[in-house]
């Protein structure tokens, strides 16, 4: 009975797979269209959910606001001062110390300089100075703080006025139990990586070089990042995203959000998307909501900051941007005034950092969000196709028939031997592709390093640098498809076994990587996984019908999974959710995107932006793994014909 019960066991699932290997590629396509219209579902109330306070020593809206016309007198004494240094590029340094000082805090400047790691087009130094004063809790030991921050633009004398004003205000008020830090950065956010630096007593890169500070305030719990372009203005808008697409604590955005219903009556959006159009049920709210949610998933996959404060979100600080919008509005700077005293004073309760509320979410609106639980279901959807193309492709191990039907009719009947014939040239393949992507990431800093002892012109490096580079790109496709023509011949009956394992091989290193970067930035996997999984799952192995056909193909899906494809969508799908107007040509794009990989060399030195280790480390190595599949069938192809070539 045993063996007859194995028997019918195996044949059952001998079954299943051909079932599987037959239905797999129809599954996967509607699994892909359903996590991408799960997704847009998220937008509706029913999908996500309504914010609340996790942490509820927080009591938002309890304690009075104490900022009075003194104190808007103030600001405007100092905004007509700042205005005689608008438009230029230094800080006022002395006149923002003397305004600190007279106003009872302790007021420190600190030097910075940076220039571009990887030559450029010039050896050009740029200089900043940062201005930041301190008020002390009067009743306690510096062991926490809190920041407002501004940066020093031409648009934002009335953000750093503002920031001065709340400082001179706190040092006034006893109840304060945090240092507040008014924090003035030049160059924006370079000047913001650089103090930050020196106040954790680190230095990142030799090219970013920060002098020290003189002092500190104790250990920063949250901040708070002031961009206001004029005394009045219609609404405000909260910018949340990240270094790397890291979103500050849904408590501190909650606290934020909420307060600002009371101070600035509603007017709230997030990348200019929402307001009071996102509260409701009715089709306008849910549409709004869903543009809301796509232009913080945007800003997300860019793995841009949204504002200064992303440098913040490095060392697990939470912060945000509070930015004024639609100048000459009702609105006038008391309104953000009042607003970031709510929120400190709620920040001010805290006796421990920010931990209890989500970390991973998305913004739906100012009373909606839908956090990691809400949208894992969407993406897992999206990454299915993949599971069931590589169980196939791995589960067809010398079965023809089974491998006949996964690939469809051909013009000689299949034949495979079992994958382990090719798992020696398949192991030995993905090695070879793996050592080339750890020398394409470590290129740019081996010719840097060897090109500034043997060369002298930076304009000497930035034409070695790129030429190098694409050699070594160029290197990994003429090794592999050599590889893969070995591969494919070393078993003379099989016609399709070596670029099959490689494609199995390919498919569940995509899985693994997608899966580690949906956890920590959805957006940002998604929109990796959008182009390349029907590629992957349409792709096919078996012999091609014709080779111009097979050429095409192969075109296509190293265009689609190429990293200046990936960016140039990116652009595009970003320009049209910020201006709602599509890009006026395939052409200006492609170079947005090129010129993002470009710099995204020197945002990875200097500020620790993932853009450029993910290409090189994880597409790259999608991009010639695919081409060696491609390779594999020629190779299969010409196998082919060799076979009946000698038959004859």
């Known amino acids: 009975m045993g063996l007859l019960s194995g028997s019918a066991s195996s044949h059952g699932i001998a079954n299943a797979i051909k079932v599987l290997s037959r239905t797999h590629k129809l599954i996967g396509i509607v699994s892909y269209l359903a996590g991408i219209v799960g997704f847009c579902l998220l937008a509706h109330h029913d999908?996500?959910?309504?914010?609340?306070?996790?942490?509820?020593?927080?009591?938002?809206?309890?304690?009075?606001?104490?900022?009075?016309?003194?104190?808007?007198?103030?600001?405007?004494?100092?905004?007509?001062?700042?205005?005689?240094?608008?438009?230029?590029?230094?800080?006022?340094?002395?006149?923002?110390?003397?305004?600190?000082s007279l106003a009872g805090l302790e007021s420190f400047h600190q030097n910075f300089s940076v220039s571009d790691p990887f030559g450029g087009t010039s050896s050009e130094i740029i200089a900043g100075q940062n201005v930041f004063g301190i008020a002390r809790a009067p009743r306690i030991a510096s062991t926490e703080s809190m920041?407002?921050?501004?940066?020093?633009?031409?648009?934002?004398?009335?953000?750093?006025s503002l920031a001065v004003t709340l400082g001179a205000m706190i040092k006034k008020q006893a109840y304060w139990a945090k240092d507040v830090v008014i924090l003035i950065v030049d160059k924006e956010v370079w000047g913001m990586e650089a103090w930050l630096q020196a106040y954790h007593g680190e230095e990142r890169s030799q090219f970013l070089k920060a002098e020290g500070l003189p002092t500190s305030a104790g250990s920063i719990q949250a901040a708070l990042c002031l961009h206001v372009t004029s005394d009045r203005f219609s609404g405000v808008d909260l910018q949340l995203e990240g270094i790397n697409g890291l979103m500050p604590n849904l408590d501190l955005v909650n606290v934020v959000s909420m307060m600002a219903q009371y101070t600035v009556g509603g007017h709230v959006t997030f990348h200019g998307q929402g307001g009071h159009l996102a509260y409701g049920d009715d089709t306008d709210a849910v549409l709004t909501r869903l543009r809301t949610m796509f232009a913080?998933?945007?800003?997300?996959?860019?793995?841009?900051?949204?504002?200064v404060h992303g440098s913040f979100m490095r060392y697990r600080i939470e912060s945000l941007t509070i930015k004024s919008t639609g100048n000459g509005g009702h609105l006038d700077v008391s309104a953000v005034a009042r607003l970031v005293e709510s929120t400190l004073r709620s920040v001010?309760?805290?006796?421990?950092?920010?931990?209890?509320s989500f970390f991973f979410y998305l913004v739906a609106g100012g009373d909606r969000y839908v956090s990691i639980g809400m949208y894992m279901p969407a993406i897992g959807l999206i990454l299915l196709p993949l599971v069931l193309r590589g169980l196939v492709l791995w589960l067809s191990?010398?079965?023809?028939?089974?491998?006949?039907?996964?690939?469809?009719?051909?013009?000689?009947?299949?034949?495979?031997?079992?994958?382990?014939?090719?798992?020696?040239?398949?192991?030995?393949?993905?090695?070879?592709?793996?050592?080339?992507?750890?020398?394409?990431?470590?290129?740019?800093?081996?010719?840097?390093?060897?090109?500034?002892?043997?060369?002298?012109?930076?304009?000497?490096?930035?034409?070695?640098?790129?030429?190098?580079?694409?050699?070594?790109?160029?290197?990994?496709?003429?090794?592999?498809?050599?590889?893969?023509?070995?591969?494919?011949?070393?078993c003379s009956a099989d016609q399709g076994g070596f670029p099959r394992l490689v494609l199995c091989f390919t498919i569940i290193l995509w899985l693994a990587v997608l899966g580690v970067l949906a956890l920590i930035n959805m957006p940002f996997a998604a929109a990796l996984a959008l182009p390349t999984v029907p590629v992957l799952l349409l792709a096919p192995v078996s012999q091609p019908r014709n080779a111009g056909i097979l050429a095409l193909q192969g075109l296509l899906i190293l265009v689609l999974i190429a990293p200046p494809s990936l960016l140039a969508g990116s652009v595009a799908v970003n320009d049209y959710l910020q201006t709602s107007q599509v890009p006026d040509s395939i052409t200006s794009v492609y170079r947005r995107g090129w010129m993002i990989w470009h710099d995204s060399l020197a945002q990875y030195e200097l500020l620790g932006l993932w853009l450029y280790p993910i290409f090189s480390l994880c597409v790259y190595p999608l991009l010639v793994l695919c081409w060696t599949v491609i390779c594999g069938r020629y190779a299969m192809l010409s196998a082919a014909k060799q076979l009946h070539h000698h038959a004859d």
Do not use: C
Not at 439 to 467: E, K, N, T
């Open 47 to 100: 999908y996500n959910g309504k914010v609340y306070f996790s942490e509820h020593a927080l009591s938002p809206g309890v304690a009075g606001q104490t900022y009075s016309q003194d104190d808007y007198k103030f600001y405007q004494q100092l905004a007509r001062k700042l205005d005689q240094f608008k438009g230029e590029e230094s800080i006022p340094i002395d006149v923002l110390k003397e305004v600190m």
């Open 147 to 160: 920041v407002i921050a501004a940066p020093w633009m031409s648009d934002n004398t009335r953000g750093v």
């Open 296 to 307: 913080g998933a945007a800003q997300q996959v860019s793995l841009q900051p949204s504002g």
């Open 348 to 356: 001010n309760n805290l006796l421990e950092r920010f931990h209890q």
């Open 397 to 490: 191990d010398g079965d023809s028939s089974t491998s006949a039907d996964e690939e469809g009719k051909s013009n000689s009947p299949a034949a495979f031997a079992p994958l382990s014939v090719h798992l020696g040239p398949a192991f030995a393949l993905v090695l070879l592709i793996g050592v080339v992507s750890v020398g394409v990431f470590l290129l740019p800093r081996l010719v840097r390093d060897a090109a500034s002892v043997h060369v002298d012109s930076p304009l000497v490096y930035s034409s070695i640098q790129p030429i190098a580079t694409a050699l070594l790109f160029l290197m990994a496709p003429l090794l592999a498809g050599r590889l893969a023509q070995r591969g494919s011949g070393s």
